[in-house]
């Protein structure tokens, strides 16, 4: 790669400084404490401090409505939750559903961003605005504007795609594991790919315009464009994209809610722990499985920014 | 407690005047304190109003003209401000329990869904009835409704609307089948009518509170009961799911499967009407809501008249032909909350909200039956529900749900292994069921 294609901050380190801090250096990294200090103190306030009080709480066996009989229980709920075939099968639809339309998204999500880079200088805004708006949709709205959709006296699905096989007027789309897994899918999909899409426009904005054209002037297609010169380019920025939306999705809670409320072997991860927790009232069970859940949404974390090195610090499409 | 010392209960603005006064001269400050005092005296022997707040289900408006109404009887006793819950009743419930496991004491009245009433009763979340007030608010009340508002023999709140579902039929059906509906009718009869007419059995198949209702309906028609002994310890809860009854339900939910329509498995009240509604259901067990819903849908024009005259009705369908049904019981009491700060005003509400008039306007506007005997024989509810004389019957016989603190777990795994109600195996779901419900409670398996 050329000098030319580097970042500023690559191009203007001092190629020769000392390996020892700098005063300087030592001074900005100061100032930068101060500034991020105080949200920083936030964030320990608003997410460390629960998260240690459900661990604190999961340890304990405790009803919501029977504080007197709250007794410490050691690890006893995690055996019950990990020897449950109910919790393995939640992971098992939540880690389907997660693949599922992140793949879908990410897919779509290029598509979507290529048509909003390349698109008119005056279509532009429009566009992008068009492409957004499901995501600025709440979560329940856009999960009842699919059940309704979907329902077999309120929804049009049926009477529209009639023709289709497999589609009759009579099909209980929720009313089966597959059909309502695909339901819960398509909503998911069509609400976060925007999200995707967005973060992708910004790596595809970053890809060196000088690249391009080298390669337009090789003889290089566009599809060997894309894949040799536009993909690698911006591989930080889809890294960060999937991880994003990995993380999302793993706790998808609002669309199986609405539309089966866990019926038909369709519950989350998520789900398990809001019946346990709001619904039970069992708050140390509860606990337990919420704790569970983010001890994975820790190890997808851990496992893209280890495993794909991806660096959330630096977005951008160089190498 | 502010309201507790008669000096704060004075009037905002008169309180402000008199701290004004206060810093000027004393004369001018007694002169404010009588003005207060007189003041306080025009507002009854409490003094001034005593807020307070009504938790209540969603409905048609009728709680909220309930709540003015009382507010004007009560010449400034007390003012009723109604807070809407969510639609579901569990979510209504987990709402109230969590507030009051927080001490909330701004919840004042609740409208409560019987099944949850235990639960509530035994945290202490509700405050005790006085003697008095328990002794007039059952007086000419139908016994499903005392039954609903009593834990441990006591009366823990105070029964305000009960319902109960019915059986719904298009007349012109079954005369073309030609079944008596003077007689009682069983499910096995009602299924032969769905099967040779090509027609189908609306009911609850979805996998929500309105599948206990169900299944409980049909396992104490069958004589029998899904707990048999209640327990506090939950190891020692004694269940019938095992039982013969319970046996028999299941063979009935499975044969009516089948005729349950295309979307049985995921079929509630609503969807139940659409269905009635349409013609795709000939029969239909549901809440007597089912009738103003019609009549409203035929007033605005959405609905053709000849639909909600082809309704017909009767006592909910029986399980077995020599024993009479117990059809489902429902409707709303109400909770004093054990925190609030006005429980003598709130019980005085209470009173106010369950008086026969108010349970007659409630029955006729909102379509919720009334709880007290009485309103049935108002010739204007005869006249807007000529099936009211059914719908009392049917509270007469009607059996509650599980009377136990652990409904909200006995209920969601009911719904879990009983869902889908054509993959029901007689004599094996029970037996399912019961060991997940125990296993539950014992804290040893999720939900």
Same mark, same amino acid.
């Given at each position: 790669?050329?000098?030319?294609?580097?970042?500023?901050?690559?191009?203007?380190?001092?190629?020769?400084?000392?390996?020892?801090?700098?005063?300087?250096?030592?001074?900005?990294?100061?100032?930068?404490?101060?500034?991020?200090? @105080?949200?920083?103190?936030?964030?320990?306030?608003?997410?460390?401090?629960?998260?240690?009080?459900?661990?604190?709480?999961?340890?304990?066996?405790?009803?919501?409505?029977?504080?007197?009989?709250?007794?410490?229980?050691?690890?006893?709920?995690?055996?019950?939750?990990?020897?449950? @075939?109910?919790?393995?099968?939640?992971?098992?639809?939540?880690?389907?559903?997660?693949?599922?339309?992140?793949?879908?998204?990410?897919?779509?999500?290029?598509?979507?961003?290529?048509?909003?880079?390349?698109?008119?200088?005056?279509?532009?805004?429009?566009?992008?605005?068009?492409?957004?708006?499901?995501?600025?949709?709440?979560?329940?709205?856009?999960?009842?504007?699919?059940?309704?959709?979907?329902?077999?006296?309120?929804?049009?699905?049926?009477?529209?795609?009639?023709?289709? @096989?497999?589609?009759?007027?009579?099909?209980?789309?929720?009313?089966?594991?597959?059909?309502?897994?695909?339901?819960?899918?398509?909503?998911?999909?069509?609400? !976060? !790919? @925007?999200?995707?899409?967005?973060?992708?426009?910004?790596?595809?904005?970053?890809?060196?315009?000088?690249?391009?054209?080298?390669?337009?002037?090789?003889?290089?297609?566009?599809?060997?464009?894309?894949?040799?010169?536009?993909?690698?380019?911006?591989?930080?920025?889809?890294?960060?994209?999937?991880?994003?939306?990995?993380?999302?999705?793993?706790?998808?809670?609002?669309?199986?809610?609405?539309?089966?409320?866990?019926?038909?072997?369709?519950?989350?991860?998520?789900?398990?722990?809001?019946?346990?927790?709001?619904?039970?009232?069992?708050?140390?069970?509860?606990?337990?499985?919420?704790?569970?859940?983010?001890?994975?949404?820790?190890?997808?974390?851990?496992?893209?920014?280890?495993?794909?090195?991806?660096?959330?610090?630096?977005?951008?499409?160089?190498? | 407690?502010? /309201?507790?010392?008669?000096?704060?209960?004075?009037?905002?603005?008169?309180?402000?005047? #008199?701290?004004?006064?206060?810093?000027?001269?004393?004369?001018?400050?007694?002169?404010?304190?009588?003005?207060?005092?007189?003041?306080?005296?025009?507002?009854?022997?409490?003094?001034?109003?005593?807020?307070?707040?009504?938790?209540?289900?969603? +409905? #048609?408006?009728?709680?909220?003209?309930?709540?003015?109404?009382?507010?004007?009887?009560?010449? $400034?006793?007390?003012?009723?401000?109604?807070?809407?819950?969510?639609?579901?009743?569990?979510?209504?419930?987990?709402?109230?329990?969590?507030?009051?496991?927080?001490?909330?004491? #701004?919840?004042?009245?609740? #409208?409560? +869904?019987?099944?949850?009433?235990?639960?509530?009763?035994?945290?202490?979340?509700?405050?005790?009835?006085?003697?008095?007030?328990?002794?007039?608010?059952?007086?000419?009340?139908?016994?499903?409704?005392?039954? *609903?508002?009593?834990?441990? +023999?006591?009366?823990?709140?105070?029964?305000?609307?009960?319902?109960?579902?019915?059986?719904?039929?298009?007349?012109?059906?079954?005369?073309?089948?030609?079944?008596?509906?003077?007689?009682?009718?069983?499910?096995?009869?009602?299924?032969?009518?769905?099967?040779?007419?090509?027609?189908?059995?609306?009911?609850?198949?979805?996998?929500?509170?309105?599948?206990?209702?169900?299944?409980?309906?049909?396992?104490?028609?069958?004589?029998?009961?899904?707990?048999?002994?209640?327990?506090?310890?939950?190891?020692?809860?004694?269940?019938?799911?095992?039982?013969?009854?319970?046996?028999?339900?299941?063979? %009935?939910?499975?044969?009516?499967?089948?005729? *349950?329509?295309?979307?049985?498995?995921?079929?509630?009240?609503?969807?139940? %009407?659409?269905?009635?509604?349409?013609?795709?259901?000939?029969?239909?067990?549901?809440?007597?809501?089912?009738?103003?819903?019609?009549?409203?849908?035929?007033?605005? $024009?959405?609905? /053709?008249?000849?639909?909600?005259?082809?309704?017909?009705?009767?006592?909910?369908?029986? %399980? /077995?032909? *020599?024993?009479?049904?117990?059809?489902?019981?429902?409707?709303?009491?109400?909770?004093?909350?054990?925190?609030?700060?006005?429980?003598?005003?709130?019980?005085?509400?209470?009173?106010?909200?369950?008086?026969?008039?108010?349970?007659?306007?409630?029955?006729?506007?909102?379509?919720?039956?009334?709880?007290?005997?009485?309103?049935?024989?108002?010739?204007?509810?005869?006249?807007?529900?000529?099936?009211?004389?059914?719908?009392?019957?049917?509270?007469?016989?009607?059996?509650?749900?599980?009377?136990?603190?652990?409904?909200?777990?006995?209920?969601?795994?009911?719904?879990?292994?009983?869902?889908?109600?054509?993959? %029901?195996?007689?004599?094996?779901?029970?037996?399912?069921?019961? /060991?997940?419900?125990?296993?539950?409670?014992?804290?040893?398996?999720?939900?």
């Amino acid at each position: 790669m050329t000098t030319t294609t580097l970042p500023p901050t690559e191009k203007t380190r001092p190629k020769s400084a000392p390996p020892s801090v700098s005063d300087r250096a030592r001074a900005e990294r100061r100032l930068g404490w101060m500034l991020a200090g @105080p949200a920083f103190v936030i964030m320990l306030l608003v997410t460390a401090y629960p998260i240690l009080q459900a661990v604190y709480e999961s340890l304990f066996s405790y009803r919501l409505t029977d504080p007197a009989n709250r007794a410490f229980n050691g690890l006893g709920n995690y055996v019950v939750v990990l020897t449950d @075939p109910i919790w393995w099968q939640s992971i098992g639809v939540t880690l389907l559903i997660t693949v599922v339309t992140v793949a879908v998204e990410l897919v779509l999500g290029f598509a979507l961003a290529m048509v909003m880079a390349k698109a008119l200088q005056s279509l532009r805004p429009i566009l992008r605005a068009a492409i957004l708006i499901p995501y600025a949709v709440i979560t329940v709205v856009s999960a009842f504007a699919w059940q309704f959709a979907f329902d077999i006296n309120t929804g049009f699905v049926n009477s529209w795609f009639a023709w289709l @096989p497999g589609i009759a007027e009579t099909t209980d789309w929720f009313g089966g594991w597959g059909t309502s897994i695909l339901v819960i899918c398509l909503a998911e999909i069509w609400k !976060t !790919t @925007p999200f995707i899409s967005l973060l992708l426009l910004a790596g595809l904005a970053q890809v060196p315009e000088v690249l391009q054209e080298a390669a337009k002037v090789d003889g290089a297609s566009w599809w060997q464009r894309l894949w040799r010169v536009t993909v690698p380019n911006m591989k930080a920025a889809i890294m960060v994209a999937l991880l994003f939306r990995t993380l999302d999705a793993f706790r998808v809670f609002d669309s199986i809610f609405i539309m089966t409320a866990g019926a038909n072997g369709t519950e989350s991860v998520s789900f398990l722990a809001y019946r346990q927790t709001i619904a039970r009232l069992e708050i140390g069970l509860g606990s337990a499985v919420s704790v569970l859940l983010f001890v994975a949404v820790v190890i997808i974390a851990f496992g893209f920014i280890k495993g794909f090195r991806v660096d959330l610090s630096q977005a951008r499409g160089d190498k | 407690m502010p /309201d507790g010392a008669t000096g704060a209960r004075r009037g905002r603005t008169v309180t402000t005047r #008199s701290a004004e006064h206060r810093r000027g001269r004393l004369a001018g400050a007694s002169a404010a304190a009588l003005l207060a005092s007189t003041l306080a005296a025009c507002g009854g022997d409490t003094g001034a109003s005593s807020q307070l707040t009504w938790y209540i289900n969603p +409905d #048609s408006g009728g709680q909220a003209e309930i709540a003015s109404r009382c507010t004007e009887a009560a010449g $400034g006793a007390y003012t009723i401000e109604v807070a809407q819950l969510p639609r579901e009743s569990n979510a209504q419930r987990e709402q109230l329990i969590r507030r009051l496991a927080a001490e909330d004491d #701004s919840i004042d009245l609740m #409208s409560l +869904d019987p099944p949850y009433i235990p639960e509530f009763a035994e945290a202490g979340f509700l405050a005790p009835v006085p003697e008095d007030v328990a002794q007039r608010v059952t007086e000419g009340v139908v016994e499903s409704a005392v039954q *609903g508002s009593t834990w441990d +023999d006591e009366l823990v709140a105070v029964p305000f609307w009960a319902n109960t579902q019915l059986l719904w039929y298009k007349k012109s059906v079954v005369e073309q089948a030609g079944l008596d509906m003077e007689q009682p009718v069983t499910w096995e009869q009602m299924v032969q009518v769905a099967e040779d007419q090509g027609t189908t059995i609306a009911a609850q198949g979805i996998r929500a509170e309105a599948l206990t209702v169900w299944l409980n309906a049909l396992v104490e028609s069958a004589g029998g009961s899904i707990i048999t002994e209640t327990a506090e310890n939950p190891e020692d809860i004694q269940l019938g799911l095992t039982e013969d009854p319970a046996v028999r339900a299941a063979e %009935v939910m499975n044969a009516v499967a089948p005729v *349950g329509g295309p979307a049985f498995s995921t079929a509630g009240e609503d969807a139940n %009407v659409t269905d009635f509604e349409e013609g795709d259901a000939a029969f239909m067990v549901n809440w007597p809501f089912v009738w103003p819903r019609a009549l409203s849908a035929v007033e605005a $024009g959405t609905l /053709d008249a000849s639909v909600p005259e082809d309704y017909g009705w009767t006592l909910y369908p029986r %399980v /077995d032909e *020599g024993e009479p049904s117990a059809p489902p019981y429902g409707g709303i009491n109400i909770g004093v909350g054990a925190f609030s700060r006005n429980v003598e005003a709130a019980y005085e509400a209470a009173e106010c909200i369950v008086s026969e008039e108010n349970q007659s306007y409630y029955f006729t506007t909102n379509g919720n039956p009334a709880s007290k005997a009485a309103v049935y024989d108002d010739p204007e509810v005869l006249e807007i529900f000529p099936m009211a004389p059914a719908i009392r019957e049917s509270l007469e016989l009607a059996a509650p749900r599980p009377q136990t603190v652990y409904y909200s777990e006995v209920s969601g795994a009911l719904q879990r292994v009983y869902h889908p109600a054509s993959a %029901v195996v007689p004599g094996e779901t029970g037996a399912e069921a019961a /060991d997940l419900i125990l296993a539950v409670l014992r804290g040893e398996q999720l939900l």
